[in-house]
């Protein structure tokens, strides 16, 4: 993926740039709000890394403009300002999301990885990790090419998760969305069957919470 980075700190914008190519994105980095509307405007990316306090304009008046001509990049702003307001501004005026200097690399890479997934699904209906396939339009589920045979609600938990990965989907989330009038007691029984179907190191517990699949397998 191709990523636009936006940040005029020296160290950071170096340590940010090195951070997401090691994870397989090409980034490219500006620290000018100018050139960021320039870029974003005539180049096709993937997503945008906003800072806001630049030097020659505001990151909130850079994504004003993004918006304002009709281009949907997925936005993630990355600041030191944390006030609520602040975050609330940069939510409502058209940013993906909001984190707050100083964060932790792995969550930026997840958070990144999260909005460009939204922004994804709205294009395209097929869902797809580490062998496993959802083609929501036609209502089919594959693991390595190989048609499963889920009952109904198996196949909603197991779409519910892949349109997730990597966000943990809690409990009550997938009673209220899957399980229809079956109640709850029964979610167990149905992620049960599901890593019986389709490997038990697909679908991970997050214990007192619900579940996740990451899209990279974890060892637990």
């Given at each position: 993926?191709?990523?636009?980075?936006?940040?005029?700190?020296?160290?950071?914008?170096?340590?940010?740039?090195?951070?997401?190519?090691?994870?397989?994105?090409?980034?490219?980095?500006?620290?000018?709000?100018?050139?960021?509307?320039?870029w974003i405007a005539?180049?096709?990316?993937?997503?945008?890394?906003?800072?806001?306090?630049?030097?020659?304009?505001?990151?909130?008046?850079?994504?004003?403009?993004?918006?304002?001509?009709?281009?949907?990049?997925?936005?993630?702003?990355?600041?030191?300002?944390?006030?609520?307001?602040?975050?609330?501004?940069?939510?409502?005026?058209?940013?993906?999301?909001?984190?707050?200097?100083?964060?932790?690399?792995?969550?930026?890479?997840?958070?990144?990885?999260?909005?460009?997934?939204?922004?994804?699904?709205?294009?395209?209906?097929?869902?797809?990790?580490?062998?496993?396939?959802?083609?929501?339009?036609?209502?089919?589920?594959?693991?390595?090419?190989i048609p499963l045979?889920?009952?109904?609600?198996?196949?909603?938990?197991?779409?519910?998760?892949?349109?997730?990965?990597?966000?943990?989907?809690?409990?009550?989330?997938?009673?209220?969305?899957?399980?229809?009038?079956?109640?709850?007691?029964?979610?167990?029984?149905?992620?049960?069957?599901?890593?019986?179907?389709?490997?038990?190191?697909?679908?991970r517990t997050v214990?007192?919470?619900?579940?996740?699949?990451?899209?990279?397998?974890?060892?637990?």
């Open positions: 993926m191709k990523i636009c980075l936006i940040e005029d700190d020296l160290d950071l914008g170096a340590a940010l740039q090195a951070a997401l190519e090691e994870q397989g994105f090409k980034a490219i980095w500006l620290r000018r709000a100018a050139d960021a509307s320039r005539d180049e096709e990316f993937d997503a945008a890394l906003l800072d806001i306090g630049l030097p020659d304009d505001s990151g909130f008046n850079v994504l004003r403009k993004i918006r304002n001509r009709g281009d949907s990049i997925p936005v993630l702003i990355i600041s030191a300002r944390d006030a609520l307001d602040d975050r609330l501004l940069g939510l409502d005026i058209g940013a993906d999301d909001y984190l707050v200097k100083p964060f932790a690399v792995a969550e930026l890479i997840s958070r990144l990885r999260a909005v460009t997934r939204r922004a994804n699904a709205m294009r395209d209906t097929l869902w797809q990790v580490r062998g496993l396939e959802i083609n929501e339009k036609q209502m089919l589920a594959y693991k390595q090419d045979q889920l009952s109904p609600i198996e196949y909603a938990v197991l779409l519910e998760l892949m349109r997730h990965v990597d966000e943990v989907v809690t409990r009550r989330k997938l009673i209220a969305n899957c399980m229809g009038n079956s109640g709850g007691q029964s979610l167990d029984v149905h992620i049960s069957n599901l890593r019986r179907k389709i490997g038990s190191d697909f679908i214990h007192g919470v619900g579940y996740v699949i990451d899209e990279k397998e974890v060892n637990s």
